[in-house]
């Protein structure tokens, strides 16, 4: 059984704090655009594994994945946070 991935969405702002001092304003730039635009090409009713984006970066990852999905009600996580989904949505039709 794979392990869930619930426990990386955020509940607070500090990380951002801890990952701009880890990484530095333009690494972490850098990556949530990387994946906004990964997020912008995914097709309807497809996803996004987020297994296969390499351990070390995966809470980052789905911390830049809960921001994009708050501006972008079609997307969203499965269960256990190892996919992100595109669905349709009204506005796309």
Same mark, same amino acid.
């Given at each position: 059984?794979?392990?869930?991935?619930?426990?990386?969405?955020?509940? =607070?702002?500090?990380?951002? $704090? %801890? $990952?701009?001092?880890?990484?530095?304003? +333009?690494?972490?730039?850098?990556?949530?655009?990387?994946?906004?635009?990964?997020?912008?090409?995914?097709?309807? =009713?497809? $996803?996004? #594994?987020?297994?296969?984006?390499?351990?070390? =970066? %995966?809470?980052?990852?789905?911390?830049? /994945? /809960?921001?994009?999905?708050?501006?972008?009600?079609?997307?969203?996580? =499965? +269960? #256990?946070?190892? %996919?992100?989904?595109?669905?349709?949505?009204?506005? %796309?039709?």
């Amino acid at each position: 059984m794979k392990e869930s991935l619930e426990k990386f969405k955020i509940v =607070n702002w500090i990380w951002v $704090y %801890q $990952y701009l001092s880890l990484l530095g304003p +333009e690494e972490f730039f850098k990556f949530e655009a990387l994946v906004n635009t990964s997020l912008d090409k995914l097709g309807i =009713n497809r $996803y996004y #594994d987020v297994l296969e984006v390499p351990s070390d =970066n %995966q809470e980052l990852f789905i911390k830049f /994945c /809960c921001l994009y999905i708050y501006r972008h009600p079609e997307y969203e996580f =499965n +269960e #256990d946070f190892t %996919q992100v989904w595109r669905k349709e949505s009204y506005e %796309q039709r």
